[in-house]
């Protein structure tokens, strides 16, 4: 039972801090994207800049992988490179990331323990690392908006799969406001909001119009 007296004002453990998780962007290329059918690729594409430039706001290490860039797939989403400009990319032939040396010392690098992932397709370059990397006790949070899989049906049942495993289902916003929480965090308030303004759809346009009418420090 929980002691009233006890409670206090603190944030659970289970939240994404800028501190305590590392970011993956597994094969968001252009082969990848071609078979993607489980929702619009362009909110796909969107999602994953938004979550990208979140992780870049709070200075969040991310891993960049793609799989057969030079072969097949393609590079690596050109909106991704920009944001993070001159980064090593981990390219692959394995098609579970958590198979390929380079990728998880990345990953070790980082020092994280909880790791947000978005990757294409679903069902392949995202559910075997994040399987894999449960099963060696990391903490997995998949960013459904920006992934996708084959079909509705196959993006669906490798998210139900993960979350069988443990994992924890989040969309990009989510992380990004779960990364500012607290509208009071000035070094970050105008950064979190232009990355909402620029890929937060209606809410971004609510932002632009709330700070136009109410005043340049309408909250989120």
């Given at each position: 039972m929980t002691d009233i007296a006890e409670v206090t004002a603190s944030p659970s453990p289970d939240l994404l801090t800028p501190d305590n998780c590392a970011v993956l962007f597994v094969d968001h290329q252009p082969q990848m994207f071609f078979g993607t059918g489980s929702g619009d690729r362009t909110a796909i594409i969107n999602s994953a800049v938004g979550?990208?430039?979140?992780?870049?706001?709070?200075?969040?290490?991310?891993?960049?992988?793609?799989?057969?860039?030079?072969?097949?797939?393609?590079?690596?989403?050109?909106?991704?490179?920009?944001?993070?400009?001159g980064q090593e990319i981990v390219d692959r032939t394995t098609m579970n990331a958590w198979e390929d040396p380079a990728f998880v010392e990345a990953v070790k690098a980082t020092g994280r323990k909880k790791i947000v992932i978005a990757g294409l397709w679903t069902e392949v370059c995202v559910v075997l690392p994040a399987l894999s990397a449960l099963a060696q006790g990391y903490e997995v949070y998949v960013v459904t908006d920006a992934s996708g899989g084959v079909s509705p049906q196959a993006h669906e049942h490798a998210v139900q799969r993960m979350i069988q495993a443990g994992a924890v289902p989040v969309t990009w916003v989510q992380v990004l406001l779960e990364l500012q929480r607290d509208w009071a965090r000035g070094e970050t308030y105008v950064p979190v909001t232009e990355v909402v303004k620029q890929h937060g759809g209606a809410y971004g346009l609510g932002l632009v119009y709330a700070q136009a009418v109410i005043g340049a420090h309408a909250a989120g």
């Open positions: 979550l990208a430039k979140a992780a870049k706001v709070f200075d969040v290490p991310v891993v960049l992988s793609t799989v057969a860039a030079e072969s097949f797939s393609g590079p690596i989403m050109p909106q991704l490179a920009e944001v993070f400009p």
